[in-house]
């Protein structure tokens, strides 16, 4: 299910912990900290979802140079609105419905939604590279562990 507030989305602190990318939002969009954020054919951030015309970006963080808050909207034209995007190693949300196995571990999985991953390419994004995967064991829950850019 899509963002409706921040997540918290774990990183792991490997070599491309630090590696940020500054995207211009689109209008009238608004990205929730933690989520996925995905650049559309106008080049511009858009929130993370199924569609075959995304490019992923990476993960919302916090923002160096803005007032933290739980999301940004960009109310101006596309553009008018910058926000750091972090690239790396995070835990997305597994789908309920197309769940990433552990038989993708050094596949793709696929944009479901803004924090959701899946399994199969149909009418989806490349979301990154399956890492890893946890179940409910975990200190920080379920999830797949991907890498951001693919």
Known sequence: MALSSARVTPQ?????????VNVGVKTATTLYKGGIVCTDATGYAVPGATATTLR??????????????PSYTNSGASGSL????????????????DAVVQAD????CYIE???????TSTGK???????????ATSPTGPGVWVTIPA
Do not use: C
Request: aromatic fraction near 4%; charged fraction near 20%; glycine fraction near 14%.
């Open 125 to 135: 994004s490349i979301a990154g590279k399956v890492i890893g995967l946890d179940d």
């Open 105 to 108: 571990v050094g596949l793709n």
């Open 12 to 20: 792991r602190l490997d070599g491309s912990y630090n590696n940020l």
């Open 82 to 97: 910058k926000l750091d995007v972090r690239q790396g190693t995070f835990k997305l949300a597994n789908s309920g419905t």
């Open 113 to 119: 939604d803004d924090q959701t991953v899946s399994h």
């Open 56 to 69: 992923i970006i990476g993960i919302l963080g916090d923002q160096p140079n803005l007032i933290s808050a």
